[in-house]
C-alpha cells in the first residue's frame, strides 16, 4: 500500500501535475493541504476517471485539506475536534479516514508568522489539540498516521542553516516540544530518505533560488503509530516533483507499508 502527503499550494494550479504524478505512482492514498479551493472547486470528477474517491474539507481561502484513495474512504471527520479557532473561524486544517486497513489524518498545521504574533499561539493550541485528537487512535492496533505540513522542522538538521532561523518560527523550542508531545501518544517519525543530497527536506522557497541551491527545510512529516512504522518497508521525498514550471514549493512525502 502506497500513502502520501503533498502540501499542493492550490490544487487548481497543480491539477495537471497532480493527475500525473498519481498514474505514474500507483498512490493508493494521498493527503493534501493548502488546496485553496472551494468544496465545490474541488476536482473529484477529474480524480474519481483515476479510480479515487475523494473527501475534502476546504473554504476556498489560504488553507484547506483534502483526502483520496482507491482504498476507500470511511468514517470521514472534517476538522480538528475540539480545535481553536482563528479570529472567529474554524479553519479547514485537518481531515481523517478510514482508508481500507489504516486510518489517516491530512493536517496543514498553523504557520506561527511570528513568535509575537497571535496566529503562533493559535499554532500552539491547533497542536494541543491536533495531540488530545489522536491519542485513541496512535495507542490503537490498527495502523495509523498524522501526515501533513506541520509547518516545523524537528531539528537543527531538517533545515539548511540552523543560524538563519534563528528567532524565527517553524526551529522555536516550544514548537519542538508540541511534536514531541504529540509523538508522545505512541507515534514515531517516519523518516524518508532523499533522492539528491543528504538530507530529506520537503520545502524550498520559490525565491532566491532556494531549489537549486538545496537551501530546503523538512516540515512535511509523516507520524505513524507501532502498527503503522513496523508496516513500513520504504519511504522518500519525490524531489523530482519539486523540479520545473508549475511545481509546488513543497514536493511529496511517499510512504510504501506492507499490510
Known amino acids: 500500500m502506497r500513502i502520501a502527503t503533498w502540501n499542493v499550494n492550490s490544487i487548481t494550479a497543480r491539477l495537471p501535475r497532480l493527475l500525473a504524478w498519481l498514474e505514474s505512482t500507483g498512490t493508493d492514498v494521498l493527503c493534501l493541504q493548502e488546496t485553496k479551493c472551494t468544496e465545490e472547486q474541488f476536482p473529484a470528477d477529474e480524480l474519481r476517471e483515476l479510480g479515487y474517491e475523494s473527501a475534502i474539507h476546504a473554504s476556498g481561502r489560504w488553507n484547506g485539506v483534502a483526502l483520496i484513495s482507491k482504498a476507500g474512504l470511511d468514517d470521514v471527520v472534517e476538522g480538528l475536534p475540539g480545535g481553536p479557532e482563528y ?16 486510518r489517516v489524518w491530512s493536517v496543514y498545521v498553523p504557520n506561527g508568522r511570528e513568535v509575537a504574533h497571535a496566529h503562533y499561539a493559535y499554532k500552539l493550541s491547533w497542536l ?45 523550542p516550544t514548537e519542538r516540544a508540541a511534536l514531541e508531545a504529540l509523538r508522545g501518544t505512541g507515534l514515531s517519525d517516519v523518516v524518508p530518505r532523499p533522492l539528491k543530497y ?10 532566491q533560488l532556494s531549489f537549486p541551491k538545496n537551501k530546503g527545510m523538512r516540515i512535511d512529516l509523516v507520524y505513524g ?35
Open 225 to 259: 503509530n507501532e502498527p503503522f512504522a513496523k508496516a513500513v518497508k520504504d519511504s522518500y521525498v519525490d524531489r523530482e516533483e519539486r523540479k520545473g514550471k508549475g511545481a509546488s514549493d513543497h514536493a511529496p512525502v511517499v510512504v510504501d507499508l506492507d499490510i
Open 87 to 102: 479570529e472567529g473561524a474554524l479553519e479547514p486544517r485537518a481531515i481523517s479516514a478510514t482508508c481500507g486497513p489504516v
Open 128 to 172: 494541543e489539540a491536533l495531540r488530545r485528537s489522536v491519542v485513541e487512535d496512535a495507542a490503537g492496533d490498527r495502523p495509523f498516521a498524522v501526515l501533513g505540513d506541520f509547518n516545523i522542522a524537528p531539528t537543527d538538521d531538517d533545515v539548511w542553516d540552523p543560524s538563519f532561523f534563528e528567532g524565527l518560527t517553524h526551529v522555536t
Open 198 to 207: 543528504d538530507h530529506p527536506f520537503t520545502y524550498w522557497d520559490y525565491r
